[in-house]
């Protein structure tokens, strides 16, 4: 978490993660129709780029991250937007006393591969959801190990049919799937991509 909470200030100034969040956005659009969702929840939300792309779209949104610096910016930013529907949070769902509250979608953008126990935050999610909510999971293709330049002890990707049974045992029916976003990395004058599937799950009650 160290990692994030240093980046937490100079997030926002990469245009690839500005780019990347518009277009998921439009993704989340065209599976969904959000003019029926009232509440929502964004889990691992850094600085909340996809959420103030959205913010929009729904009544309440519940920002939550690890990283206390990442929350601060967001913060700063619904400080300075003026947004008074958005509440973002410090935590970690696998570790803090489970929330109380419930919403209609929750989405996850590059969080997963950092979840070590992915059942245990998949079982987390179905609780925190409403009656037939939907479960929205952006996240790497299964990749070579290379997506991350540093010591790494995440997941390297998921496999579709692997996260769909983990879906499934966890009381989701998974209701779509497709490639939203390509990141493209250049190291040595290679350039290689890593496409990022969108994942979604309705809540199986």
Request: hydrophobic share 35%.
């Given at each position: 978490?160290?990692?994030?909470?240093?980046?937490?200030?100079?997030?926002?100034?990469?245009?690839?993660?500005i780019q990347r969040a518009n277009e998921i956005a439009k993704a989340i659009h065209s599976e969904l129709d959000l003019s029926q969702i009232c509440t929502a929840m964004e889990y691992g939300c850094g600085t909340g780029l996809l959420s103030f792309v959205l913010k929009d779209e729904f009544e309440e949104v519940t920002l939550m991250d690890e990283s206390a610096?990442?929350?601060?910016?967001?913060?700063?930013?619904?400080?300075?937007?003026?947004?008074?529907?958005?509440?973002?949070?410090?935590?970690?769902?696998l570790e803090d006393e489970r929330p109380h509250f419930k919403v209609d979608l929750i989405y996850s953008l590059m969080t997963l591969h950092h979840i070590d126990d992915v059942n245990s935050i998949l079982e987390?999610?179905?609780?925190?959801?409403?009656?037939?909510g939907y479960l929205v999971l952006i996240?790497?293709?299964?990749?070579?190990?290379?997506?991350?330049?540093?010591?790494?002890d995440g997941h390297w990707g998921f496999d579709k049919e692997v996260l769909t049974s983990q879906l499934h045992k966890a009381g989701f029916i998974q209701t779509g799937y497709k490639i939203c976003y390509t990141i493209r990395k250049e190291r040595d004058g290679v350039v290689t991509e890593y496409p990022l599937f969108?994942?979604?799950g309705r809540k199986n009650s």
């Open positions: 978490m160290q990692e994030f909470d240093s980046k937490a200030a100079s997030w926002d100034e990469n245009p690839e993660r610096l990442m929350i601060q910016e967001v913060d700063q930013k619904c400080e300075q937007a003026g947004i008074i529907h958005f509440h973002p949070v410090k935590y970690n769902l987390s999610f179905q609780s925190l959801l409403n009656p037939s996240d790497l293709v299964t990749e070579d190990g290379s997506f991350h330049n540093h010591d790494f969108m994942m979604i």
